[in-house]
């Protein structure tokens, strides 16, 4: 599988010409251009593991440290980007092909692999062009075929585990609430540009451009009842997601699926009673 | 097809490409951990440029020749118009490996650059009017080669000198000067590193440290190694990688410095308080015991120390060990608080991190304190003995002595020792200075203890860059003093102004040279070379002589000194000519590719057989890849032992250092080495005794660590032979009432010197130098950030902008280095100098700022989108020169008062007189112990030293009447 896990990993980095025979070989109607591959891996759904797994749910931190440790654990000189996709394929066909102990490669696949990779696929199939739906579809089967090889052992990984959930914006305020909803470790949510484009869309309410979290902060004062409820209904969607390869990924399935559960509830108590009081802060 | 026939599928794809020798994934991918083109697609690469384009291109090896670090560079050559696209890093070069600094890149806009100069220029006027016309290299180079002949040929080789600012291949000019016969050698030294090379030195005999900061657990830099200075580049990755790794980084500078914002520990000291922090650190190893006895009972000069300081005890160990701790008592931390500002409490964390670090403990200083105090070469001798406590010396994750880990391949032809000593570079007042005393030339000529009938400015910029600028300007104007001003240079430069020629260098991709530098435990080899020549060959074109593939009639440097040589010599009858002469082809020029093929193939272990490995000849090896690694893991070399073979009639002295018979063997490796005496009947030192066995030791007279210098004690220096303290410059008590200490060397990351000037993108990141001062300061004197500040120094003053910040410490202000670049006429680099009027009347002299830089139209669109107007203040024309006495450093810390700009005062006003500069001159000349009066040898200098160009032993011996 080390050999497949590359050829998809390359397809993660700028498209290049050496990319045309690697898409040929793995049968792929045609490979991303340019401009798909900026559109979907650099600004909708950058594939590094902190943006998904650290508690800011943004790029480097202390997740991106983790990782670099373990970098670090096997020897290694940590790159540049230790948490990036196709530096994690990368080491994790390399760990496969020197034979690295099995407790690490299950360590990096369960803690750096699948804890955020199937959330992230499951999105990138939702909104990629065609070019990189079946890319999506083959790493996550690819993934699923080393999970049934290298089973968890029941254990969630510690970094997941202790990860915080969405607190309560009338006790801790409005920016801790959008900085949890916008961390996806955290709110169990993933929500990129193209949700909250949609989403404006929606509810009929107008769209300002700008990060993610400013535009958070302008539907809901816009409309805060409302946008409290398309994302508890996000958040439920995204629960039965984390459940859908069942026992295959759990429990780390489950452990997602019970951050959106969470989240999902407090957005519906919020739209129902307090949507104004969010709005105010 | 399921995944697994898919993974199946994709590894046939890959073992079918890999045998065809091409390359799967693209080069620049994370999945191998690679981030570069693969090398065997380096002849027809498709790169994509900035707009999506794709362009094939040729790869091309090369080093950056910006700063001294020579990082690998890779240069994009076009195929389709024999351009260079780009230049990035070269992942076969194991210093730099394929990592670069700003500076590297920007390579491109130096060759690029619209003001570049292309052509020989030869002054129309007078020197310094401005004036210029353009002329063939033949007859530049007729005129030059005579005047040398003449001067050679009337017995003053001493009037012709060669003075270097960034050097080129190692030993090469020296080479060239011996050929001569002239020792006219003289470079920027000593306003560089020379104090931190001489506490060095003075340790071990090699004056180079080399930290192996990967594998370190405690990094203490005296230095922002992080963002500048020597090797900034090779060091900055593996300072990171050893931080990676979980290493401690301790940073000392008064300023914060990039490097101090990544320090665990960032001590701000006062000015010339380091040795009292080191010694206080070392004293704490010693009062508690924590330093390696065993190492130091082997390896320092104790036994020496204490028969010549301390005859009334018996010389034991256990003696010395009593006496050590006596000696750094004093240092407390209580004490070095009370010197530096820095809490006793700090300093005692940091002395517990240093003593936890054991043998892994990396040291680096190289300018910094080291040159900027009075006595500031004892700030590298007090880090080195932190290392000689721990045992820290050629360990891993330790210090290195450098010459262990570079390589100088033996060339063609090596010629002899000149016969001659020039005193105006090694003046008798500095028996020991590590360097030439070349900022004191001016004042040396003035003197009348010479003149200079051709002189090469070469790729250096003195008016500019020495303090005294204008004594330079008197020395260069004056034609009895300096016949011929020849500045070979790639750019503009002040110093140019006021040549007879200019001589169009070629930059880092357009001319050779051979590198080696102490970057980690290896030894590597890097190549220079003029790419577009490189790369026409590549394609089959035969090129005879660089300048035509440079741009305009730019030269490289090797073919134009082999090409001035014959000129002096054409008959070969002064005994020049044959160290140029083609080996292949008697009686015909050297040429560039056979003097490197010799090289290649004769002195560089390793190559031909790795080159064969290859189907490449040695050559077009290091044309491909640009570079190679001789060896790694070179170890303790001092505690090597001495092969049997090398003993041959031995003789032990009293302290054990060991002499031999036997000549020394041959080596490919021709790295300078100091050389101490012989033993009374001539043999030579070969290691010392240790524990009953004859180690290599280290290349000192002793032949251990010279924790005491009997040198220093010999030649008039007693009080400062052992690591310590001495009093600078700028010690507060120095002070006067409202004077404060002005730090003026420190660099910005993306600027060197006055190189890079020429570079577009580093010009508009870093352009202007205001004067960093602590708001608590600013505040006592009524100044915001913006506002002009008048700064007053011993012989003027200058005006420049205040910029208030906490990044300093209070009290002492800061202004960068590189910037204030100017001037006189039309003439000159339009994108960084500013355009100035100069007025002298008698010693005083005035420089005002007439115009700053502006947008203007040329072949290159950009500078008409020039931003900036303020290129900052040429503050090292106010500087005096102050020459440490035993070092020779200049040192360039200066008192000066600060204070609100006065009406009339405009930005960039400089003010001088010379007179006052002279006075200083002779106050710090006055400090020094002269040769004639304290030489214990009668010789000018001991002769174990490294020196520059080392002359013949009978040229060292003083004239009878100077000893009389």
Not at chain 2, 526 to 550: K, S
């Amino acid at each position: 599988m080390s050999e497949l896990l590359r050829a998809l990993a390359v397809l993660s980095e700028p498209p290049s010409p050496e990319c045309g025979r690697i898409v040929e070989v793995l049968g792929l109607e045609r490979g991303p251009t340019r401009a798909e591959w900026t559109e979907l891996l650099q600004l909708e759904l950058p594939p590094y593991a902190s943006i998904y797994l650290g508690n800011e749910g943004q790029v480097g931190g202390e997740a991106r440290d983790r990782v670099a440790g373990f970098w670090r654990a096997l020897g290694l000189v940590p790159p540049a980007e230790p948490d990036h996709l196709a530096a994690l394929l990368g080491l994790y066909a390399e760990a496969g092909e020197v034979g690295a102990p099995e407790a690490a490669r299950r360590a990096l696949l369960w803690e750096h692999l699948l804890a955020w990779l199937p959330v992230y696929l499951a999105k990138a199939r939702e909104i990629a062009p065609r070019s990189f739906q079946r890319w999506a579809e083959l790493l996550e089967e690819a993934l699923l075929v080393e999970a049934e090889r290298l089973p968890s052992g029941g254990l969630v990984p510690l970094h997941l585990r202790e990860a915080g959930s969405v607190p309560d914006p009338r006790e801790d305020g409005a920016d801790a609430f959008l900085d949890a909803l916008l961390a996806p470790v955290r709110s169990g949510l993933l929500l990129t540009r193209a949700d909250l484009r949609h989403a404006a869309r929606d509810l009929h309410l107008g769209l300002r451009v700008g990060e993610r979290s400013f535009v958070l902060r302008s539907l809901l004062a816009q409309d805060a009842e409302a946008t409290l409820r398309w994302l508890a209904a996000e958040a439920e969607g995204w629960a039965e997601r984390h459940r859908r390869h069942g026992d295959a990924l759990s429990p780390v399935g489950d452990l997602w699926a019970e951050r959106a559960e969470r989240a999902a509830e407090l957005l519906d108590e919020l739209a129902m009673t307090t949507g104004k009081e969010v709005a105010r802060v | 097809m399921n995944v697994h026939e898919l993974s199946e599928r994709v590894s046939a794809a890959k073992r079918e490409t890999l045998a065809r020798g091409e390359t799967f994934y693209p080069g620049p991918s994370r999945v191998h951990l690679a981030a570069f083109p693969p090398k065997e697609r380096w002849d027809d690469w498709i790169d994509v440029g900035p707009r999506g384009e794709e362009r094939r291109v040729l790869l091309v090896p090369t080093t950056c020749f910006n700063c001294e670090a020579a990082c690998g560079l890779l240069a994009y050559v076009d195929r389709e118009t024999l351009q260079v696209r780009k230049l990035e890093g070269n992942p076969e070069h194991p210093g730099s490996r394929g990592r670069n600094c700003a500076k590297g890149p920007a390579t491109l806009n130096q060759v690029t650059d619209p003001d570049r100069i292309l052509y020989p220029l030869k002054r129309a006027g007078r020197r310094g009017e401005g004036r210029w016309e353009q002329v063939s290299w033949d007859e530049a180079l007729d005129d030059i080669a005579a005047r040398i002949r003449r001067a050679i040929v009337e017995g003053r080789p001493n009037e012709v000198m060669y003075h270097v600012g960034r050097p080129g291949e190692d030993g090469y000019a020296e080479r060239v000067l011996a050929a001569w016969g002239v020792d006219g050698h003289n470079s920027h030294t000593n306003v560089c590193s020379s104090g931190g090379r001489a506490g060095y030195a003075f340790w071990m005999g090699l004056d180079r440290p080399s930290p192996d900061h990967a594998n370190a657990k405690v990094i203490l830099l005296v230095s922002s190694h992080l963002e500048s200075g020597h090797y900034f580049n090779p060091h900055a990755q593996r300072i990171l990688e050893g931080k990676q790794r979980g290493a401690k980084l301790v940073v000392l500078d008064t300023r914060l410095s990039n490097t101090a914002t990544h320090a665990d520990h960032w001590l701000a000291p006062y000015p010339g308080s380091e040795p009292a922090i080191l010694l206080a650190v070392a004293n704490e190893l010693i009062r508690s015991g924590r330093y390696d006895r065993e190492f130091v009972r082997r390896w320092w000069n104790w036994q020496e120390y204490l028969e010549r300081e301390h005859p009334e005890v018996e010389p034991t160990f256990e003696a010395f060990e009593r006496i050590l701790g006596e000696l750094y008592a004093s240092y407390t931390f209580e004490h070095a608080e009370r010197e530096s500002g820095v809490a006793a409490e700090t300093l005692r964390e940091v002395a517990e991190l240093v003593a936890s670090a054991g043998t892994r403990l990396a040291t680096h200083v190289w300018r910094s304190a080291a040159a900027g105090n009075l006595g500031g070469w004892q700030v590298s001798r007090c880090l080195f003995l932190l290392n000689a406590l721990l045992g820290a010396i050629a360990t891993e994750g330790g210090t290195y002595p450098n010459a262990w880990t570079k390589f100088v391949p033996r060339p063609m032809y090596v010629p002899p020792h000149p016969e001659s000593w020039n005193e105006l570079t090694w003046p008798r007042e500095y028996p020991l200075a590590m360097f030439e005393l070349s900022y004191l030339l001016p004042y040396f000529l003035r003197e009348g203890r010479g003149r200079l009938e051709v002189y090469f400015t070469r790729v250096y910029n003195p008016v500019w860059t020495n303090p005294d600028g204008f004594a330079w300007i008197e020395a260069l104007t004056d034609e009895s003093l300096v016949g011929l001003h020849v500045a070979l240079t790639p750019t503009w430069s002040e110093t140019a102004f006021f040549a007879d020629y200019i001589l169009p260098m070629g930059v880092g991709s357009e001319r050779h040279d051979l590198h080696s530098y102490e970057q980690y435990d290896g030894r590597w080899l890097g190549f220079r070379q003029p790419v577009l020549r490189a790369a026409r060959e590549r394609l089959g074109q035969e090129i005879q002589d660089t300048r035509e593939v440079n741009p305009g009639e730019v030269w490289e440097e090797n073919e134009l000194w082999i090409e001035l040589s014959w000129r002096i010599d054409p008959d070969g009858s002064l005994g020049i000519r044959r160290f140029f002469e083609s080996q292949e082809r008697p009686g015909e020029k050297l040429t560039v590719d056979e003097y490197y093929r010799y090289i290649f193939e004769r002195s560089v272990p390793g190559l031909p057989e790795r080159a064969a490995g290859e189907g490449l000849d040695p050559l077009a090896y290091m044309r491909r890849y640009g570079a190679f690694e001789i060896d790694r893991g070179i170890g303790p070399v001092f505690s090597q032992r001495v092969p049997e073979e090398e003993l041959v009639d031995v003789h032990v002295d009293e302290r054990g250092r060991v002499y031999t018979r036997t000549p020394r063997p041959d080596s490919p490796n021709i790295v300078p080495q100091p050389s101490p005496e012989a033993d009374a009947d001539g043999r030579r030192p070969v290691g010392v005794l240790v524990a009953g066995e004859i180690l290599r030791g280290f290349p000192t007279p002793s032949g251990r660590l010279e924790f005491y210098s009997p040198t220093l004690a010999d030649w008039g220096w007693p009080e400062l032979a052992i690591p310590t303290a001495p009093r600078s410059h700028v010690h507060p008590d120095e002070l006067e009432e409202g004077q404060t200490v002005l730090i003026s060397t420190f660099r910005l990351p993306v600027q060197i010197h006055t190189r890079s000037a020429n570079a577009k993108w580093l010009d508009e990141i870093a352009h202007t130098n205001p004067l960093w001062i602590h708001p608590s300061h600013a505040e006592r004197i009524g100044v915001r950030t913006g506002d002009l500040v008048r700064v007053e120094t011993e012989i003027g003053y200058f005006v420049v902008k205040a910029w208030v910040t906490e990044g300093i410490r209070p009290g002492v202000v800061a202004c960068s280095h590189h910037m204030g670049r100017w001037k006189l006429g039309e003439a000159g680099q339009r994108q960084m100098m500013a355009t100035v009027a100069l007025d002298r009347e008698g010693s005083r002299w005035a420089m005002r700022r007439s115009r700053g830089v502006e947008p203007f139209a040329s072949s290159d669109p950009d500078t008409t989108r020039i931003w900036w107007t303020d290129v900052g203040v040429h503050q090292n024309l106010t500087f005096p020169v102050q020459p440490d006495p035993v070092s020779g450093q200049h040192c360039w810390h200066q008192k000066v008062r600060v204070r609100p700009a006065e009406p009339g005062d405009a930005y960039g006003d400089i003010a001088v007189d010379t007179e006052k500069a002279w006075a200083a001159y002779r106050r710090w000349l006055a400090l020094a112990r002269p040769a004639d009066r304290f030489s214990p040898t009668g010789e000018r200098r001991p002769y174990w030293l490294l020196r520059p160009l080392k002359p013949a032993r009978e040229a060292y011996r003083l004239p009878e009447r100077a000893l009389a």
